[in-house]
């Protein structure tokens, strides 16, 4: 839905405010604004620290996105300072960021858009410049300069594609100043440029060429996009089936140097394009725009197969061309790379599935989201040129040189520093609990991505929120199952696959217990004891185990287990039981698990009884009738039996997994730390 001018609500708003409320308008629609793309900008007086009038340019500056963007993610440059610039002959980049640092009105600004001078040397007191599909089809197009003449007349100029920069933004100029009478520009394989007497009228035009340009493509649409059909879309079930097989697979292919997290895009338009007869053609030809390939890289990933040969031949197929993908990358950057040049991932950003959809990576969900919603656009602006004539891009060198452009690369740094396990996947059982809560909670402050399973569907869920609240979105999802269930527990791990591409870290925690003498346990309590501890416990260690293996590239595996395990305890022999039974699973998980680098490790806790469900129930005050004493001076009890005289929390268990998690303990598997405060009869041996 496109938004309309409200002459109620901008009225009586200063010269920023409006330039706010304008972006906020263009920037609610995908078609027309990319994710942190574009930049408008106004021309107004303001004071300065001495209380002197100005003439300011305010334009967007770097890191913002134009949809959520406020007063202060615009930058104000002084004019004058600005202007005697056109008479120059050229200006590097770096001459011409630390020349406009010196214009800001404030020092605490953010860093003025690269695009800055473009607005500058442009008469116009408003001046927006975006990124629609439309006109970038038309930008894009196989003789698009001739097209847009025939389109648009001369109320459009055509500014042939050079990089952005003091160059590009002074061709921009005189151009406009030899056409004063033109209402746009179009810049070849970029995007488009509109202005405005005043902050309306700057949207009105805007929006007034984008409809054109669209209205223009519809005309010239031919029925069939991009060839019509070549391969069948799968229904949605056998395409999970096959997703849930194929994608740690892919995972492990592309996080050979960092972990990726993967994001499945099935919309029909990317279902579409995946399976038809000319995709990979037109995917090949190169990035819809420079302000995509950042994100998207200049080529995505074409896989050449049809489901229809089957998992295994697919799979294949989809491996070989994510490794040719990476030598063709590299080849390119060894072609065009200049010194000093950081070398980059050589790994897909974004792998085109026939018949399935779409698959993007990024360092976190979020990213592999954003990349996903840019190629989106790039379909529809290789539908769009593709119409017009034949789709075309820039050339290996000028992608390069955008790629790699040291500008771009700073707006990447303004991301926050990856912390120790970014990028990571984890599953954990009994999310929901006290303990599990707080392993999750301490995994998501290092990066990862967590699943948070557990019967209790409105707690794990609630817990997902608060960590999705904190971290970001994308960042945890809630796994409801019954970790008794073997249907369950693989439907849970498919559902994680399938948002995240795979799986780093398995923490199996889930669990309950019984204080009860022999003669009292029943067979039911032994049974269901045996069934959460012991059986859900290898139920989800071997499901973790499939997919470590699938994507090869080793894994770590948590149990929580109890000083119980190795310390029997008074009247609680199936709970004793059933932990000493999760501890030797475990050193036989880390014999099987070794070759392929999947540490299994436990942790065992002692008496965490702040926030614990299993403390809150029958079990504290039959713990409290067996030592003897009254249920509140359990805490008391327990600390003074400790060698450390402490009490143990939930976050002190966490601290464990972190650190067993971690490639701190690359070389540990097999063993068993303590979090009990120091019991002396249950010192491992
Ligand atoms: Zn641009």
């Known amino acids: 839905m496109r938004a309309f001018w409200s002459a109620e609500e901008s009225r009586g708003k200063s010269a920023l405010d409006l330039l706010v409320y304008r972006s906020n308008l263009l920037g609610h629609d995908p078609t027309i604004v990319n994710w942190k793309g574009g930049n408008t900008s106004a021309k107004a007086d303001a004071i300065d620290h001495a209380g002197r009038s100005q003439r300011v340019l305010w334009v967007k500056g770097s890191g913002s996105d134009l949809r959520t963007i406020t007063p202060k993610g615009f930058v104000a440059l002084r004019l004058e300072e600005i202007l005697p610039l056109e008479r120059r002959q050229a200006m590097p980049d770096e001459e011409m960021v630390d020349y406009l640092m010196q214009c800001m009105l404030r020092p605490d600004s953010p860093r003025p858009s690269i695009e800055t001078l473009l607005h500058a040397f442009l008469p116009f007191p408003h001046i927006d410049h975006t990124h629609p599909d439309a006109v970038i089809a038309f930008c894009t197009a196989d003789g698009g300069e001739a097209l847009t003449r025939r389109a648009f007349g001369d109320r459009v100029i055509w500014v042939p594609y050079q990089r952005p920069g003091f160059a590009l933004s002074r061709a921009v100029a005189e151009a406009v100043r030899a056409r004063p009478r033109a209402q746009a520009v179009f810049l070849a394989k970029h995007g488009l440029v509109t202005w405005g007497d005043d902050a309306a009228s700057c949207y009105e035009s805007t929006l007034a060429i984008v409809k054109e340009a669209e209205a223009g493509l519809a005309r010239d649409a031919r029925a069939a996009a991009f060839g019509g059909p070549r391969v069948s879309a799968l229904a949605p079930d056998p395409r999970n089936e096959m997703l849930?097989?194929?994608?740690?697979?892919?995972?492990?292919?592309?996080?050979?140097?960092?972990?990726?997290?993967?994001?499945?895009?099935?919309?029909?338009?990317?279902?579409?394009?995946?399976?038809?007869?000319?995709?990979?053609?037109?995917?090949?030809?190169?990035?819809?725009?420079?302000?995509?390939?950042?994100?998207?890289?200049?080529?995505?990933?074409?896989?050449?197969?049809?489901?229809?040969?089957?998992?295994?031949?697919?799979?294949?197929?989809?491996?070989?061309?994510?490794?040719?993908?990476?030598?063709?990358?590299?080849?390119?950057?060894?072609?065009?790379?200049?010194?000093?040049?950081?070398?980059?991932?050589?790994?897909?950003?974004?792998?085109?599935?026939?018949?399935?959809?779409?698959?993007?990576?990024?360092?976190?969900?979020?990213?592999?989201?954003?990349?996903?919603?840019?190629?989106?656009?790039?379909?529809?602006?290789?539908?769009?040129?593709?119409?017009?004539?034949?789709?075309?891009?820039?050339?290996?060198?000028?992608?390069?040189?955008?790629?790699?452009?040291?500008?771009?690369?700073?707006?990447?740094?303004?991301?926050?520093?990856?912390?120790?396990?970014?990028?990571?996947?984890?599953?954990?059982?009994?999310?929901?609990?006290?303990?599990?809560?707080?392993?999750?909670?301490?995994?998501?402050?290092?990066?990862?991505?967590?699943?948070?399973?557990?019967?209790?569907?409105?707690?794990?869920?609630?817990?997902?929120?608060?960590?999705?609240?904190?971290?970001?979105?994308?960042?945890?999802?809630?796994?409801?199952?019954?970790?008794?269930?073997?249907?369950?527990?693989?439907?849970?791990?498919?559902?994680?696959?399938?948002?995240?591409?795979?799986?780093?870290?398995?923490?199996?925690?889930?669990?309950?217990?019984?204080?009860?003498?022999?003669?009292?346990?029943?067979?039911?309590?032994?049974?269901?004891?045996?069934?959460?501890?012991?059986?859900?416990?290898?139920?989800?260690?071997?499901?973790?185990?499939?997919?470590?293996?699938?994507?090869?590239?080793?894994?770590?595996?948590?149990?929580?287990?109890?000083?119980?395990?190795?310390?029997?305890?008074?009247?609680?022999?199936?709970?004793?039981?059933?932990?000493?039974?999760?501890?030797?699973?475990?050193?036989?998980?880390?014999?099987?698990?070794?070759?392929?680098?999947?540490?299994?490790?436990?942790?065992?806790?002692?008496?965490?009884?702040?926030?614990?469900?299993?403390?809150?129930?029958?079990?504290?005050?039959?713990?409290?009738?067996?030592?003897?004493?009254?249920?509140?001076?359990?805490?008391?009890?327990?600390?003074?039996?400790?060698?450390?005289?402490v009490n143990v929390f939930a976050e002190d268990v966490a601290e464990a997994v972190v650190f067993l998690a971690s490639d701190r303990a690359a070389k540990t598997t097999g063993c068993t730390v303590t979090v009990d405060g120091g019991i002396p009869g249950a010192y491992p041996r």
């Not at 000319?278 to 074409?302: E, I, M, N």
């Not at 707690?459 to 999802?477: D, H, P």
Request: proline share 5%; charged share 25%; with cysteine.
């Open 244 to 645: 849930g097989a194929l994608l740690p697979r892919l995972r492990g292919a592309v996080s050979a140097r960092r972990p990726a997290i993967l994001h499945v895009d099935v919309a029909p338009d990317v279902v579409e394009f995946v399976s038809s007869e000319q995709f990979d053609r037109v995917a090949l030809v190169g990035a819809a725009c420079p302000d995509h390939l950042v994100h998207t890289k200049y080529l995505p990933c074409v896989v050449p197969a049809d489901p229809a040969v089957g998992l295994e031949r697919f799979s294949t197929t989809a491996l070989e061309a994510v490794g040719r993908y990476a030598e063709e990358y590299r080849v390119y950057v060894a072609a065009h790379r200049r010194p000093g040049d950081p070398e980059g991932d050589p790994h897909p950003r974004v792998i085109l599935l026939p018949g399935l959809g779409m698959v993007t990576t990024g360092s976190d969900k979020e990213a592999a989201e954003r990349t996903a919603g840019l190629y989106h656009r790039a379909i529809a602006v290789m539908r769009g040129a593709s119409a017009l004539s034949a789709f075309t891009s820039l050339t290996p060198q000028e992608a390069y040189d955008v790629e790699y452009w040291p500008l771009e690369l700073y707006k990447l740094s303004l991301a926050p520093r990856p912390r120790e396990l970014s990028g990571r996947v984890a599953l954990v059982t009994g999310g929901a609990g006290a303990i599990g809560r707080a392993i999750a909670e301490r995994l998501a402050a290092e990066g990862v991505h967590v699943g948070l399973m557990d019967i209790d569907e409105p707690g794990a869920a609630e817990a997902a929120r608060e960590l999705e609240s904190r971290y970001g979105a994308g960042r945890a999802m809630a796994l409801p199952a019954n970790v008794t269930s073997e249907a369950e527990v693989g439907a849970a791990f498919r559902r994680m696959v399938l948002a995240y591409g795979g799986l780093d870290i398995v923490v199996s925690n889930a669990g309950l217990a019984l204080s009860r003498t022999v003669e009292e346990t029943t067979a039911a309590d032994w049974d269901r004891l045996f069934a959460v501890l012991a059986r859900g416990y290898f139920l989800v260690a071997r499901e973790g185990f499939r997919i470590m293996r699938a994507q090869g590239r080793g894994g770590a595996v948590i149990f929580i287990t109890s000083k119980n395990a190795q310390l029997a305890g008074k009247n609680s022999s199936a709970y004793n039981s059933a932990k000493a039974a999760e501890e030797q699973l475990m050193r036989s998980l880390a014999e099987e698990g070794g070759a392929a680098s999947i540490r299994v490790n436990a942790v065992a806790p002692d008496a965490v009884l702040r926030g614990s469900k299993i403390w809150s129930g029958d079990w504290r005050r039959e713990r409290a009738r067996d030592h003897g004493i009254e249920e509140r001076g359990l805490e008391e009890f327990y600390r003074n039996r400790t060698t450390l005289k």
